[in-house]
T-cell receptor, first 115, second 119 residues
Framework: KNQVEQSPQSLIILEGKNCTLQ??????????LRWYKQDTGRGPVSLTI?????NTKSNGRYTATLDADTKQSSLHITASQLSDSASYIC??????????????FGKGTKLSVKP | DAGVIQSPRHEVTEMGQEVTLRCKPI?????LFWYRQTMMRGLELLIY????????DSGMPEDRFSAKMPNASFSTLKIQPSEPRDSAVYFC?????????????????FGPGTRLLVL
């Protein structure tokens, strides 16, 4: 069964610290993996998209890594800011002949950055 | 660009009533997605359209749910009759992409969502 598991469920860190969020998936075959940031009460915003052939992608202080062999991805946040407080959702797209439907969503990691 | 526009932002209704959610995608985008988000199940893809045609509706929970896209700038998600378990936040998203190109990774832009409460 195609699944996406994220850990930890929630995380509290101090402003300025770094953190890493994990995403493990069992989706196969696999087309691409996305990380979204969702602020409370708002829609998700795309942070990174990686195809199966990429192993790292950066977006400012956010760096996503992908290991297609172990089916793991991580999202590393550097020098955290209060505005990083949000839920981070990992989404995996199976390879179904190009269709981008049937996305498999993780439940998200809720990050709280404290001053 | 105003981004993806959804209406209403909040809807409270009674069980058995018909609910219609509306979405205007970003101009020029040719794919539109309807999602539902709850605390228990997280985000779920309900249906998506490409060039106004429904491509995959396997996520639609049951016959009470229906979605239409009469033109490139408007889509509706209808629940009839509504039930308390339909209470959730419903998101619409759009992207520009080509169906059938394996590995193409289009960014989806989400609307602000409609928070639905069915009493």
């Amino acid at each position: 069964k195609n699944q996406v598991e994220q850990s930890p469920q929630s995380l509290i860190i101090l402003e300025g610290k770094n953190c890493t969020l994990q995403c493990n998936y069992t989706v196969s075959p696999f087309s691409n993996l996305r990380w979204y940031k969702q602020d409370t009460g708002r829609g998700p915003v795309s942070l990174t998209i990686m195809t199966f052939s990429e192993n790292t992608k950066s977006n400012g202080r956010y760096t996503a890594t992908l290991d297609a062999d172990t089916k793991q991805s991580s999202l590393h946040i550097t020098a955290s800011q209060l505005s990083d407080s949000a839920s981070y959702i990992c989404v995996v797209s199976p390879h179904y002949g190009g269709s981008q439907g049937n996305l498999i969503f993780g439940k998200g990691t809720k990050l709280s950055v404290k001053p | 660009d105003a981004g993806v526009i959804q209406s209403p932002r909040h809807e409270v209704t009674e069980m058995g009533q018909e609910v219609t959610l509306r979405c205007k995608p970003i101009s020029g985008h040719n794919s539109l997605f309807w999602y539902r988000q709850t605390m228990m199940r997280g985000l779920e893809l309900l249906i998506y359209f490409n060039n106004n045609v429904p491509i995959d509706d396997s996520g639609m929970p049951e016959d009470r749910f229906s979605a239409k896209m009469p033109n490139a700038s408007f889509s509706t998600l209808k629940i009839q009759p509504s039930e308390p378990r339909d209470s959730a936040v419903y998101f619409c998203a759009s992207s520009f992409g080509f169906r059938g190109l394996a590995g193409v990774s289009e960014t989806q832009y989400f609307g602000p969502g409609t928070r639905l409460l069915v009493l």
